[in-house]
């Protein structure tokens, strides 16, 4: 197996001060990042600490950081290597779901599972599958999903509610989570359909996804075919392997889908809700008119109104 080049884990304040002191002490070379605390490089080795905790090892000598410092002198526990007997049922056959868009202004939500068949949770991890937020680049994303759905031991859906289906959707139910739990739903089913027992050599029974609101709205938008299935929702969803790979897939998407819209309007279409974002959107809607936006846009966003004033002037 391959040396470990990835790690993340959620830090305490105690914690975190174990690891600035560590990098201090052992002569990193710290950097700025956004929306960190700090970075620290040496070697072959960067560490991150975000605003929200998480820390971040990547680099070729990650293992050794990991295992000699950072699970016995700052965890507290040796997990590496052994996450598997530590946590079986992680590694059972279950669905990931994760969606991807919905804090973008434009194009589409993306929703997406992936079932992970036993034995295939390693091979995901000599990938490099991890959480999608946490890979920067989109031609990244793109290969690592590709990889995935080529697998004979994944099976990967995908459900992309377009910009004027999304509005149509939220016109009808004024609430972002109750489109999600639509759209996880729709994932569930069409993967329910798709898993061939005699193929992956088990009945899938459970599903995992992040905590974005009640479960039951999930559960009350299954049909027949997803009645029985165990849901889960947990904080951190996307440290679960399967996750992880549905939020690649769902964001390899996204990525796609958003650039086929730039080229079909010979524009840039930036991610997120930034002020380049709203800079395409007053040049869209001078160009073609406020309806515009419902086909390229998430209009409930306060961007929508933003644009369009900005667009009058």
């Known amino acids: ?147 995935i759905k080529a697998r004979s031991d994944c099976v990967a859906e995908i459900v992309s509610i377009g910009n004027e289906a999304y509005n149509r959707l939220y016109e009808k139910m004024r609430n972002v989570n109750d489109i999600l739990g639509w759209g996880h739903a729709r994932v569930i089913e069409n993967l329910m359909a798709r898993i061939d027992p005699r193929a992956t050599g088990t009945v899938c029974s459970r599903a995992v996804s992040d905590q974005f609101g009640n479960k039951r709205i999930i559960e009350s938008a299954l049909m027949k075919r997803g009645k029985g299935i165990e849901l889960e929702q947990r904080h951190r969803a996307e440290d679960d392997l399967a996750v992880a790979a549905a939020s690649i897939v769902a964001r390899a998407e996204f990525i796609t889908r958003l650039y086929q819209l730039g080229e079909k309007f010979k524009l840039p279409f930036p991610k997120g809700a930034s002020a380049q974002v709203k800079e395409i959107g007053k040049q869209l809607v001078q160009t073609h008119g406020p309806g515009i936006l419902n086909v390229t846009a998430k209009t409930h966003f306060k961007t929508a109104k933003e644009v369009i004033e900005m667009a009058k002037q």
Not at 39 to 52: I, P, R
Not at 76 to 93: H, M, T, V, W
Not at 130 to 140: A, E, G
């Open 1 to 147: 197996m391959p040396p470990l080049t990835s790690y993340t884990t959620k830090l305490t304040e105690e914690q975190i001060d174990l690891v600035k002191k560590y990098l201090t002490e052992h002569a990193f070379a710290f950097y700025e990042v956004a929306y960190a605390r700090f970075g620290g490089k040496k070697g072959k080795l960067n560490v991150v600490v975000y605003d929200n905790c998480k820390c971040v090892v990547q680099g070729k000598e990650t293992e050794e950081f990991v295992t000699f410092f950072l699970e016995p002198e700052v965890l507290g526990e040796a997990k590496l290597g052994y996450e598997e007997q530590l946590n079986p049922k992680a590694y059972e056959p279950h669905i990931g779901v994760d969606e991807s868009g919905k804090g973008d202004f434009f194009g589409p939500l993306v929703v997406a599972g992936v079932f992970v068949a036993r034995g295939a949770f390693s091979e995901l991890k000599k990938m490099g599958v991890r959480d999608s937020k946490l890979i920067t680049s989109d031609k990244k994303s793109i290969d690592l999903a590709k990889a």
